[in-house]
């Protein structure tokens, strides 16, 4: 599977973009998918990941509320709705696919796109 990731850019703060990541193959519908990302100088960490089926969803606590997670296997394309963004959401955003569970740790994904670099001016 490749994964390219986009949607990215300078925005805002307040505003609410859409990020996407399109997957190459025909498997797309078997994998769960996760973005992450990682600001300058922390850890990448987990936004949010949804089921191969797309029936089921998680996002970190702090960003529930803001940003939605969703995919379209018809498209294989997955999406991340951003709203309210703050300048704390700056950060390179990763896409990635798996097999395992929801909750995996980012080192259990197999496949990641290259990122797509969201900056919030204030």
């Known amino acids: 599977v490749q994964l390219q990731a986009s949607g990215g850019g300078l925005v805002q703060a307040g505003g609410s973009p859409r990020l996407s990541c399109a997957a190459s193959?025909?498997?797309?519908?078997?994998?769960?998918m996760g973005w992450f990302r990682q600001a300058p100088g922390k850890e990448r960490e987990l936004v949010a990941a949804?089921?191969?089926?797309?029936?089921?969803?998680i996002h970190v606590p702090p960003l529930k509320d803001r940003f939605t997670i969703s995919r379209d296997n018809r498209k294989n394309t997955m999406y991340l709705q951003m709203n309210s963004l703050k300048p704390e959401d700056t950060a390179v955003y990763y896409c990635a696919a798996g097999r395992g569970n929801i909750a995996m740790p980012d080192r259990q994904y197999d496949y990641w796109g290259q990122g797509t670099l969201v900056t919030v001016s204030s």
């Open positions: 949804i089921t191969s089926s797309g029936d089921s969803t």
């Open positions: 193959g025909r498997t797309f519908d078997t994998y769960i």
